[in-house]
């Protein structure tokens, strides 16, 4: 079952299990009303026929709501998007899950956990944050050199959540040594975008974008900067 929007209307997949009863999600809907002309935005669900076919959109969009109906799918929908080229942005849970398949399948972590779905992991290089920043706003930095600070630049910006974890500091350095980019920091969240280079876009952010298009701002820099690279 192809996802191929045609050669006039490139088409973004946001892969996810949606459920209006979230906030996060409601956004995400008023985001794709705010693409502009000849691109089209859609969901799908993890546990769908059409997931295992993501890698023929023109590009993916890891949304929140983990842990999500099938995981499995959603690991090889992100490193197909890491070595294929395709555009891709995680935002929370998609950040968690980006950072984790980097660590298995780059770093050679074979045992990378996620402390939601395994508290009792060995090897937690996402854990639970300091403090619950859920439906928190915090200041949020771009890391001077990287592509997220070309993007916002020097001033701190305010970056919505509704999250519990994030990429544990102990991991960060051994993660950075294989190019992984740590591209966004703020207070409670430590770690807040990560990102690589070479690659035409691959950006995962713990903050959420998207926050604000129920109100009808404009598309945030990091969801424009996604879709131009579309």
Same mark, same amino acid.
């Given at each position: 079952?192809?996802?191929?929007?045609?050669?006039?209307? /490139?088409?973004?997949?946001?892969?996810?299990?949606?459920?209006?009863?979230?906030?996060?999600?409601?956004?995400?809907?008023?985001?794709? /009303?705010?693409?502009?002309?000849?691109?089209?935005?859609?969901?799908?669900?993890?546990?769908?026929?059409?997931?295992?076919?993501?890698?023929?959109?023109?590009?993916?969009?890891?949304?929140?709501?983990?842990?999500?109906?099938?995981?499995?799918?959603?690991?090889?929908?992100?490193? /197909?998007?890491?070595?294929?080229?395709?555009?891709?942005?995680?935002?929370?849970?998609?950040?968690?899950?980006?950072?984790?398949?980097?660590?298995?399948?780059?770093?050679?972590?074979?045992?990378?956990?996620?402390?939601?779905?395994?508290?009792?992991?060995?090897?937690?290089?996402?854990?639970?944050?300091?403090?619950?920043?859920?439906? /928190?706003?915090?200041?949020?930095?771009?890391?001077?050199?990287?592509?997220?600070?070309?993007?916002?630049?020097?001033?701190?910006?305010?970056?919505?959540?509704?999250?519990?974890?994030?990429?544990?500091?102990?991991?960060?350095?051994?993660?950075?040594?294989?190019?992984?980019?740590?591209?966004?920091?703020?207070?409670?969240?430590?770690?807040?975008?990560?990102?690589?280079?070479?690659?035409?876009?691959?950006?995962?952010?713990?903050?959420?974008?998207?926050?604000?298009?129920?109100?009808?701002?404009?598309?945030?820099?990091?969801?424009?900067?996604?879709?131009?690279?579309?």
């Amino acid at each position: 079952m192809s996802i191929s929007a045609g050669a006039s209307m /490139k088409q973004i997949v946001l892969l996810g299990d949606r459920n209006t009863s979230y906030l996060t999600h409601r956004e995400l809907d008023a985001a794709l /009303k705010l693409l502009p002309p000849g691109i089209q935005g859609r969901w799908v669900g993890t546990d769908s026929a059409e997931a295992a076919h993501v890698s023929d959109a023109d590009g993916l969009w890891l949304v929140p709501g983990s842990p999500y109906r099938d995981d499995a799918v959603v690991y090889a929908a992100i490193a /197909k998007a890491r070595t294929s080229g395709q555009p891709f942005l995680g935002t929370c849970a998609g950040f968690q899950y980006a950072v984790l398949e980097f660590a298995r399948n780059v770093v050679g972590i074979a045992d990378a956990d996620h402390a939601e779905t395994n508290p009792g992991g060995r090897t937690l290089v996402i854990d639970r944050l300091s403090c619950s920043l859920e439906a /928190k706003e915090r200041d949020v930095t771009a890391v001077p050199g990287s592509r997220m600070h070309a993007l916002c630049g020097n001033a701190p910006f305010r970056g919505f959540h509704w999250c519990n974890f994030g990429l544990a500091p102990a991991y960060v350095e051994r993660l950075a040594s294989h190019g992984l980019i740590v591209s966004a920091r703020a207070d409670d969240a430590g770690a807040e975008a990560i990102e690589l280079a070479g690659h035409r876009f691959f950006m995962a952010t713990l903050f959420q974008p998207q926050i604000g298009s129920l109100e009808g701002r404009p598309l945030h820099p990091v969801v424009r900067a996604f879709v131009d690279a579309v």
